[in-house]
């Protein structure tokens, strides 16, 4: 349900004491939850209310009227106080709080102060108590509820009868008091009725009860409920004495201590206390500034340690030690006050842990950030809004600027800003401290330069928090000689690394002082013990990785010399890596190779950059290959293989091709086989302008090859020049290609072979001719399977699926499709996947089995979402928007084809928008709407010579269309109808479209 906007009242509730009470009755307490949980969401839907979120036995719900959820708080008081509890339970006591204001609304969230507020006043109550807010009482005082509750025969009935009549909800007003995280003092109101139990209530639970030193929280806390709730546990726990938080700067450790340290005020009734260490540098300055928290005065003659421990000596304290990471020496020291103060517990914040006994350890990563930067402008906002990071940014943003929020407009750049930004609170919050003056689009621009646009002057903020550099950089200072030295080293690395390649890669002069060098792997555990490195298990190894913002700070600190003997040395190894990855894919196995694939994918790319960047036309040839084959992206298994990729690795061959012609020469081996790559990277489409270049490449191959006279070379040179006339002239495609054949079955390259057949298969396919296309097929199917060739056998497999389908020979097409499937497996390459799903479809619409041609159709979708390839996603928008048509659903068809059309900003013009308005242009002649049908298939045939599309098919099926409709109008008025749309642009006839 959709959350109410505007002024709203937001009540949040718990029950008293719930940790013990699991601790206590186990399982039992299970339905007495159930019970409470009955009762709070009958009451809530009683009185209209929304329930926004739910965690073990706490409520947050919100009212759009402020006497509703006055009257919801008292009756459900009233129920849960006349529920008969099991003995052993006694009476459920629920604390409820509420305030009055208008929330941030972040998806199906409310953010903002007026929550805090709203959290906090239901933090001073107690069990059985409602208070409310200033701001509520001031909306209900001249409008309280008349509640007539019905008494039933219960232990409270017998105390009520002498007043049982009167129904009105009153307001005890209990004065101004201190709030957690709050600056300014409260009014709070209790409420009451006469048929609610007779409970005299302690004071409210305020700050002013315990004594501490907490800072005023100035701004909302932002999610982190996984990383909150464990750290909370880990405090309960009555074993529990040291707590240390550990992460790189900037990840808002500090925040989180002294969140927990405010919820858990309740729990240390001898005072809760934070010390700051981040301006002490020498070890013997630490306990004196705890002491000077606590607000301890030196006592002559004795330690200050052995002064403090005596202090807390059966004192019930927590103590927050913030930035100890340059005083890890004194250690030792919190380690002896400790061992006195038995019923004391710290919270240290650091980023290197104390490596104490009983030490338990907390790493907090960063926020949730979208991961798919491509499809930020296809996904839902609310679900955009989910996000921490987005979260976070919003409501900081939202505070500067009045009216700020999230739109289809802004809600790219800021996804893209959050994930740019890795996450990281501090970076996130810098850069929405510019909202001041720029737009989303603006920020997400200056980024390239992120130590120069993450900066504030912000007096209220710590000088090495007000630039993301001297966050990192007060890490970096921390650091020994040599561990500056490596850690400049891993910048090279691109996506992470595993130990043996940085062994390998990274070099560290001896220590001439001390005569030895440490091992590189001591000093990169260090670097995570220093928490400048993350880590995760990847097939049972550890790989470690730098957030890619302190990857940019350690790159500053590399010497240019420096660099150029370790990026050699990375390309050189990721190179090995690369071949090796190249032929497991190849291989019987290929999905083994998934994994490692992707995580080196990065690192492969970076390597032929730098090749190519060092003009080094050896490595830059010798990445070729694997580029061409899959490693750089691997078009079966990655499935991230779209447009823009397809446009990046084009280019990395274009910069190669004149440095391995200096290099080896233009009429080469070499330099053939680039032009023989390439064209794998232009015929996405079927253009003309795709096909003129990609012959002029193959062409040129073929005279290097006759030249050098190299005929393996000549048939791989053919084959590409035949492929490049497969659109323009398929005749001319065949016979160019069965020359490549006649001379690779010579050359016993059994796997080219099946290529050149496969090829041929499909030729034959486009001529018409089915009998020749199977042929050629089945033989490609039985070299593939006896070379055991999978990605072969996969492929070959949905071809044939596909030749079953033309022939109309349906059972046989889905036996191979399904065969495909199953072949695939579950850690197959997902396009396999998504072709052999999309034939199924065909199948399911053929038939008229529009129920299993939506359900595959809606597994492409989501495959293509997941793979973020926005062209994709818009044929399958399409191909739903088909199924539709065919159904009659028309309304539902529209929408699907303007989902299509909405990305045309994210892939330029593209067919699918062709498609889409085809479709828009049967629709508009079913509804009688003639005009609006002829223009859109007038802007069909503009999308094609746009994009000077050559298939036939296409051109042929627009052609055939625009003649039915002159002839179906008649020639006057389709020739009016088709002037007014070639005066439009494609722009106006998408739009009209979209409108429509």
């Given at each position: ?27 039992k ?33 919100a009212f759009?009227?402020?006497?509703d ?73 001249d ?11 219960s ?47 302690p004071?409210?639970r305020?700050?002013a ?9 100035m701004?909302s ?19 529990t ?12 450790k500090?925040?989180?201590a002294?969140h ?37 005065m ?11 421990g ?6 019930k ?33 650091t ?14 990563s ?13 996904q ?33 750049a800021?996804?893209s ?103 590189v792997s ?20 550890t ?26 040395r990375?390309a ?53 290959e694997?580029?061409?084959k ?8 990655l ?10 690795k084009r ?7 004149p ?23 232009y015929i ?5 302008h ?22 393996p070379?000549l ?6 020049f035949g ?24 050359q016993?390259?059994?796997?080219f ?18 009998k ?17 060739w ?6 070959s ?25 199953t072949?695939?497996?579950?850690d ?46 818009g ?34 013009l ?23 049908a002829?223009i859109?298939?007038v ?36 020739e ?6 070639e ?14």
């Amino acid at each position: 349900m959709e959350l109410p906007k505007g002024i709203v009242t937001i009540i949040f509730t718990d029950i008293q004491g719930s940790t013990d009470l699991w601790e206590k009755l186990g399982n039992k307490f299970k339905p007495v939850l159930e019970d409470h949980n009955n009762i709070l969401r009958k009451a809530c839907s009683e009185y209209n209310g929304i329930e926004v979120r739910f965690e073990g036995d706490s409520y947050m719900l919100a009212f759009t009227k402020p006497r509703d959820a006055i009257s919801f708080a008292v009756k459900a008081q009233y129920d849960l106080s006349n529920h008969k509890w099991p003995k052993e339970v006694g009476t459920i006591l629920v604390r409820m709080g509420m305030h009055t204001g208008e929330p941030l609304t972040i998806g199906k969230e409310y953010f903002g102060s007026m929550v805090n507020k709203a959290k906090r006043v239901q933090d001073a109550t107690h069990g059985g108590q409602i208070l409310i807010s200033a701001e509520t009482a001031e909306s209900v005082k001249d409008n309280l509820p008349m509640l007539k509750l019905q008494e039933s025969e219960s232990k409270h009935s017998a105390m009520h009868d002498a007043r049982c009549t009167k129904n009105e909800v009153s307001l005890i007003d209990l004065k101004f008091h201190r709030l957690k995280g709050l600056e300014r003092q409260e009014q709070l109101f209790q409420v009451t009725h006469p048929s609610l139990p007779k409970m005299k209530f302690p004071a409210p639970r305020t700050l002013a009860q315990v004594k501490h030193n907490l800072p005023v929280e100035m701004t909302s806390f932002i999610d982190r409920e996984d990383a909150r709730k464990t750290v909370k546990d880990m405090l309960k726990d009555k074993e529990t004495r040291l707590i240390t938080i550990t992460g790189t700067g900037g990840m808002g450790k500090t925040r989180l201590a002294l969140h927990i340290a405010a919820e858990s005020i309740d729990e240390f009734p001898d005072g809760v206390w934070f010390v700051e260490l981040a301006e002490v540098k020498d070890k013997e300055n630490v306990v004196p500034e705890i002491c000077l928290a606590l607000g301890l005065m030196p006592t002559p003659g004795l330690e200050p340690q052995k002064q403090l421990g005596y202090y807390l000596q059966n004192k019930k304290t927590l103590i927050i030690l913030d930035n100890f990471e340059q005083v890890t020496a004194a250690a030792s020291y919190i380690q002896e006050i400790f061992a006195k103060a038995q019923f004391a517990k710290a919270i240290v914040t650091t980023r290197i842990p104390l490596n104490l006994p009983g030490e338990i350890l907390y790493e907090l990563s960063p926020l949730s950030a979208p991961i798919q930067p491509l499809a930020f402008s296809i996904q839902h906002l609310a679900d955009l809004s989910q996000y921490a990071s987005v979260m976070l940014f919003l409501e900081r943003a939202s505070r500067l600027k009045q009216g700020f929020k999230m739109t289809k407009e802004n809600s790219s750049a800021i996804a893209s800003i959050c994930t740019t930004l890795e996450g990281i609170p501090l970076a996130i919050e810098l850069a929405s401290s510019k909202i001041k003056y720029m737009t989303p689009q603006e920020i997400q621009v200056q980024l390239i330069d992120k130590f120069k646009v993450l900066s504030t002057p912000s007096p209220g903020i710590s000088p090495r928090h007000q630039k993301l550099y001297n966050t990192i950089d007060w890490s970096y200072q921390l650091l020994t000689e040599q561990e500056k030295q490596l850690f400049a080293q891993l910048s090279v690395f691109s996506g992470g690394f595993f130990l043996e390649a940085a062994q390998e890669i990274c070099q560290l002069p001896e220590n001439v002082a001390q005569g030895f060098s440490p091992a590189v792997s001591e000093l990169i555990y260090s670097l995570k013990d220093k928490s400048l490195l993350s880590t995760k298990e990847v097939l049972g190894k550890t790989r470690f990785s730098m957030l890619e913002i302190v990857r940019e700070y350690a790159k500053s600190k590399l010497k240019k010399e420096e660099l150029k003997i370790i990026a050699e040395r990375h390309a050189k190894y990721f190179l090995k890596a690369a071949i090796e990855y190249c032929g497991g894919l190849e291989g019987p196995e290929p999905e083994k190779y998934i994994v490692p694939v992707k995580e080196e994918v990065e690192n492969v790319r970076a390597g032929m950059d730098w090749a190519i960047n060092d003009k080094n036309g050896e490595l830059a040839f010798g990445y070729a290959e694997p580029l061409t084959k899959g490693v750089l992206s691997d078009y079966y298994y990655l499935g991230d293989d779209g447009v823009s990729l397809m446009k990046e690795k084009r280019q990395r061959l274009e910069r190669a091709l004149p440095i391995i012609e200096q290099t080896y020469g233009e009429c080469s081996y070499q330099v053939a086989e680039i032009k023989c790559l390439l064209p794998s990277f232009y015929i996405t489409y079927g253009f003309k302008h795709e096909y003129d270049k990609v012959q002029q490449l193959t062409k040129e191959a073929v005279e290097i090859a006759q030249k050098i006279d190299d005929k393996p070379l000549l048939a791989r040179a053919l084959f590409c020049f035949g492929r490049s006339f497969f659109k323009p002239d398929p005749l001319r495609a065949k016979e160019l290609v069965e020359k490549s054949l006649s001379i690779s079955k010579y050359q016993q390259d059994k796997r080219f072979t099946s290529r050149i057949l496969y090829m041929l298969s499909v030729i034959s396919d486009s001529l018409g001719d089915t009998k020749s296309a199977r042929e050629y097929a089945q033989e490609s199917m039985k070299i593939v399977e006896e070379i055991k060739w999978k990605i072969g056998v996969l492929g070959s497999l949905q071809h044939c699926g596909w030749i079953e389908f033309v022939a109309g020979n349906f059972n046989e097409a889905e036996k191979l499709y399904k065969r495909a499937l199953t072949l695939n497996g579950d850690d197959g390459g997902k396009l396999t996947i998504r072709e052999s799903l999309k034939g199924l479809c065909r199948i399911a619409m053929a038939q008229k089995k529009y129920i299993e041609a939506r359900k595959f159709s809606e597994q492409v979708l989501q495959q293509d979402l997941e793979a973020n390839v926005p062209f994709r996603v818009g044929w399958s928008f399409c191909s739903l928007g088909r199924i539709s048509y065919a159904e009659h659903k028309y309304e539902e068809a529209k929408r699907f084809f303007k989902q299509a059309l909405q990305l045309i900003p994210e892939t330029n013009l593209h067919p699918f928008a062709g498609d889409s308005l085809y479709n828009f242009g049967l629709m508009a002649w079913e509804s009688e709407e003639k005009e609006k049908a002829v223009i859109f298939q007038v802007g069909v045939d503009k999308i094609w010579k746009e994009l000077q599309v050559i298939d036939s098919s296409k051109l042929k099926g627009i052609a055939n269309e625009l003649a039915r409709l002159e002839k179906e109008m008649g020639k006057e008025a389709f020739e009016k109808a088709k002037a007014k749309a070639e005066a439009m642009s494609i722009d106006e006839i998408v739009k009209l479209a979209l409108e429509d």
